[in-house]
């Protein structure tokens, strides 16, 4: 049973930081991308980082370039969000979530997700 297991979430003061935690299990994700995502109450879900799990190759929402550093731990088979200066804004549940491509449609598509954990920046 493949699991995305996120935890690190809490409150924090503005300018504050936090460092989020994916820990995957069930399979090999060396085909995969590991991507974080955010969604706050009344708002759709919105994409923070990405990094493939083989080159540790990463993006970024322009929204917390500069300020987020995603990671990876192939022995842990964990993915880190290291998220410094906080802002209000960056108030939300974050998911990690597991991405491959998919030869039969073209397409990327994410195959699994986390439960989310919830951060809360004070201002």
């Known amino acids: 049973q493949v699991q995305l297991v996120e935890s690190g979430g809490g409150l924090v003061q503005a300018g504050g930081s936090l460092k989020l935690s994916c820990a995957a299990s069930?399979?090999?994700?060396?085909?995969?991308?590991i991507a974080w995502f955010r969604q706050a109450p009344g708002k759709e879900r919105e994409f923070v980082a990405r990094?493939?799990?083989?080159?540790?190759?990463?993006y970024y929402a322009d929204s917390v370039k500069g300020r987020f550093t995603i990671s990876r731990d192939n022995a842990k088979v964990t993915v880190y969000l290291q998220m410094n200066s906080l802002k209000p804004e960056d108030t939300a549940v974050y998911y990690c979530?597991?991405?491959?491509?998919?030869?039969?449609?073209?397409?990327?598509?994410?195959?699994?997700w986390g439960q989310g954990t919830q951060v809360t920046v004070s201002s």
């Open positions: 979530a597991a991405q491959r491509y998919m030869m039969s449609t073209g397409r990327m598509t994410y195959d699994y």
């Open positions: 069930g399979r090999t994700f060396n085909d995969y991308n």
């Open positions: 990094i493939t799990w083989s080159y540790g190759n990463t």
